[in-house]
């Protein structure tokens, strides 16, 4: 329990940092995602 209350704490941390809203939090995640995927893709078909 201590590892999620700490995530949830680091997250509050990075929202209040940057200044956005939950919906703003999750576009960001988003599009991380993405990125982090296509990093991936050209790095297995290369």
């Known amino acids: ?3 999620i209350e700490n995530h949830k704490r ?3 941390w ?3 940092k940057l ?3 939950d919906y703003g ?3 960001l995640v988003f ?3 993405v990125l ?3 990093v991936f893709e050209r ?3 290369f």
Request: glycine share 8%; aromatic share 12%.
């Open 1 to 3: 329990m201590k590892l």
């Open 10 to 12: 680091l997250i509050a």
């Open 14 to 16: 990075y929202q209040n």
């Open 19 to 21: 200044g956005l809203s």
């Open 25 to 27: 939090l999750l576009w």
């Open 31 to 33: 599009f991380k995602g």
């Open 36 to 38: 982090v995927a296509l």
């Open 43 to 45: 790095l297995i078909l």
